[in-house]
């Protein structure tokens, strides 16, 4: 499966912006998914993940309560909805996907597909 990640932009602090994560095939609604990012100078961190069997969210502690994260199989794709942003959130951000649930989920190494990245700028 290929992923292909699209709806980064320039926001004004306090905004807010929907990323979306387009696959190439159908099983991708069964797999596990999640969305990663990468300021300048810093490692990959987690941001959010969703599993296949019940839909069960994970975020990290510096998003939960303004991102949310959700997929629509029908279109094949898998949705992060920010608000509330802060100039912190600043990152080009990934959206990955494995064949099955990991404990260590929050760790990039754990996931096998990852989509190009789209920039996400947060302006003060």
């Known amino acids: 499966v290929q992923l292909q990640a699209s709806g980064g932009g320039l926001v004004q602090a306090g905004g807010s912006l929907r990323l979306s994560c387009a696959a190439s095939?159908?099983?991708?609604?069964?797999?596990?998914v999640a969305w990663f990012r990468q300021a300048p100078g810093k490692e990959r961190e987690f941001v959010a993940a969703k599993r296949e069997s019940n839909g069960a969210t994970r975020y990290s502690e510096s998003v939960r309560g303004r991102f949310t994260i959700s997929r629509d199989n029908a279109k094949n794709t898998v949705y992060l909805d920010m608000s509330s942003l802060k100039p912190d959130d600043t990152a080009l951000y990934y959206c990955?996907?494995?064949?099955?649930?990991?404990?260590?989920?929050?760790?990039?190494?754990?996931?096998?597909?990852w989509g190009k990245g789209t920039q996400v700028t947060v302006s003060s």
């Open positions: 095939e159908r099983t991708f609604n069964t797999l596990p």
């Open positions: 990955a996907a494995r064949p099955y649930w990991s404990v260590a989920y929050y760790s990039p190494t754990e996931w096998r597909v």
